[in-house]
């Protein structure tokens, strides 16, 4: 496949998609394609009136549920009010260069919110996933270094940056281990991963803080360089839809991996690393009290 819009998802009734932080950006825009084709969206989001908000301009059938990432407990109050079975988990939600920040568990803001929130919803809904999980990375991934000597930034002076891009590198080892984990066990969901390349989304809108740094990335960026949410959201549905294998990561194939059309793209040597994949995931089963749910099937 040479190109991929998102005329081309198939359509998707009777099947339950849930997406992370689908009140904006990125995730909006999937859920809203995804209704469109027929799918049970559940938008999982932290700000319920923004989430309904969302699902008011979008058509199907969608759900708004809370969700708070950075709060275990709001994970596992979300697992355990979903029953029924899931085809898709998107795992969106994200934050990008806060100030520093504790979430609710006393991780650093990033790791805790993009990669250990993500990593026990997953685990938690496991069971009840029958096609694909979806991790939303980003090219960040490249500057990043997982510290198991210090991943909350609780001895180092805190570095906003670095910190996102451990978590987004974080993102990408999550997913190379699920994939061998559901290999392992025989099980048919896929694990996959995309990032949007520049997307003119809100992504960045904490920047508040630093109206000067925000404006000046809006004006050198997001109106010369950036692609719109619409086409950001491409390689996340190509990831989620499209025929690609377990472990695959989908990203733009313009500049840079900046904008253009989804394809399956290359990841850092350091998101290649299938022992720091291993270990990062018993990390994270420490951390979280979530583990891998599933056992291997019988053969026959």
Do not use: C
């Amino acid at each position: 496949m040479t190109t991929f819009t998102s005329a081309q998802v198939p359509a998707m009734t009777g099947r339950t998609v849930i997406v992370t932080g689908a009140n904006s950006g990125i995730g909006r825009v999937a859920a809203g394609v995804l209704a469109a084709r027929g799918a049970h969206v559940v938008l999982a989001v932290r700000d319920l009136a923004k989430g309904q908000t969302a699902a008011a301009g979008m058509t199907g059938d969608v759900e708004v549920r809370r969700l708070d990432l950075a709060d275990l407990a709001s994970v596992r109050e979300f697992a355990e009010g979903h029953t029924g079975p899931i085809d898709l988990l998107i795992n969106n939600a994200g934050l990008m260069i806060p100030p520093l920040g504790r979430t609710a568990d006393g991780f650093e803001l990033q790791f805790g919110t993009n990669h250990l929130g993500h990593f026990a919803l997953t685990n938690l809904l496991l069971p009840q996933i029958r096609g694909r999980v979806v991790t939303v990375a980003s090219s960040a991934h490249r500057g990043g270094k997982i510290d198991f000597a210090d991943l909350n930034w609780e001895r180092r002076p805190y570095r906003a940056f670095p910190a996102y891009a451990q978590s987004k590198l974080a993102n990408l080892l999550f997913t190379a281990e699920l994939h061998r984990r559901l290999t392992e066990v025989g099980s048919p969901v896929l694990a996959t991963a995309a990032h949007p390349g520049l997307a003119a989304t809100n992504l960045l809108g904490h920047l508040d803080h630093d109206r000067s740094l925000w404006n000046r990335l809006q004006t050198t960026l997001g109106h010369r360089f950036a692609q719109s949410g619409d086409d950001g959201a491409l390689p996340t549905l190509y990831a989620a839809v499209a025929d690609v294998p377990g472990g695959s990561y989908a990203g733009p194939d313009g500049l840079f991996e900046g904008r253009g059309a989804p394809k399956l793209v290359g990841r850092s040597k350091a998101a290649r690393d299938a022992a720091v994949a291993r270990r990062l995931w018993t990390v994270s089963e420490e951390l979280t009290g979530v583990s891998f749910p599933l056992a291997a099937q019988p053969t026959r």
